[in-house]
């Protein structure tokens, strides 16, 4: 395990399941940390400001999933399930007995099946944008893509738009093609519905009103099928909206798993 400080955060590499997985981990300790998993085709890495923004008032564990980026691994990771158990393998090398548990997009149908994989472990859920109720097909994810980024254009960050996430993307659909292939066939086509009614934990279901991705008609599924979920949207930007609204995303996200924290 090696480590470097990078502001609210320490960078880590550990071996899990053959498997060198990499991960920031917050300097702030508390009782049950925020385990984010990120999108479909990135890293940790382009959700570094809202990363940081939480890291300041609750400790926050965000791994690369494997193979992407920083995470190295060269096999095909098939499924929902197999990235989960990665996963639950991780929390096992680190011995976190719980963790509050957020997921965005391909990281969010990740957390789905890990909450009902470990129950006892999860102790809240937070649902961004998330994967898990196929409704959209690659034919017409392709323009929808197109305009929720040509709308993004306007948004002053264009940092984050022009060199952030293409340069994650890029190194991995060069390096990773195959798993950035079946990352995305998980993502539109596999069918997490009949997990959603076993979800133990708190969840919150944040979505934007304008995701053309993963439409708010799944959000709206998900909250009538997972017990003791609260459905909030936002009105701002598209499918990746927390990257450019950070403050917004660190605001509700802690506000919730500070009140579960009380109950």
């Not at 399930?81 to 548990?101: D, G, T």
């Not at 997921?103 to 994989?117: C, E, R, W």
């Not at 293409?166 to 079946?182: E, M, R």
Request: glycine content about 4%.
């Amino acid at each position: 395990m090696s480590a470097k400080t990078l502001n609210h955060f320490v960078d880590y590499r550990i071996q899990v399941q053959d498997c060198s997985i990499f991960y920031q981990q917050s300097v702030r300790h508390s009782s049950t940390p925020i385990l984010f998993l990120h999108g479909w085709g990135i890293s940790s890495e382009p959700y570094q400001e809202v990363l940081e923004l939480i890291a300041e008032q609750h400790a926050v564990i965000a791994p690369d999933l494997p193979s992407f980026a920083r995470s190295s691994y060269h096999n095909l990771i098939p499924d929902y399930h197999s990235y989960a158990k990665f996963i639950v393998s991780f929390l096992e090398a680190l011995n976190l007995p719980q963790v509050h548990l957020v997921g965005h997009s391909l990281g969010g149908g990740i957390a789905i099946t890990l909450a009902t994989l470990i129950p006892e472990r999860v102790k809240s859920l937070v649902l961004l944008d998330s994967t898990g109720i196929p409704s959209v097909s690659i034919p017409e994810i392709v323009p929808r893509r197109a305009i929720e980024m040509t709308a993004q254009i306007s948004i002053p960050k264009l940092k984050l738009q022009f060199f952030d996430i293409p340069k994650v993307f890029t190194h991995n659909l060069l390096f990773n093609t195959g798993n950035i292939i079946y990352a995305l066939l998980i993502s539109l086509y596999q069918d997490s519905t009949h997990l959603l009614p076993s979800i133990k934990a708190p969840c919150l279901i944040l979505w934007s009103e304008k995701d053309l991705t993963t439409p708010l008609s799944v959000a709206r599924d998900m909250a009538n099928l997972i017990p003791n979920s609260t459905l909030t949207i936002v009105k701002e930007g598209y499918h990746e909206w927390m990257l450019w609204h950070p403050e917004k995303l660190a605001s509700i996200a802690l506000d919730f798993i500070k009140q579960v924290e009380l109950d």
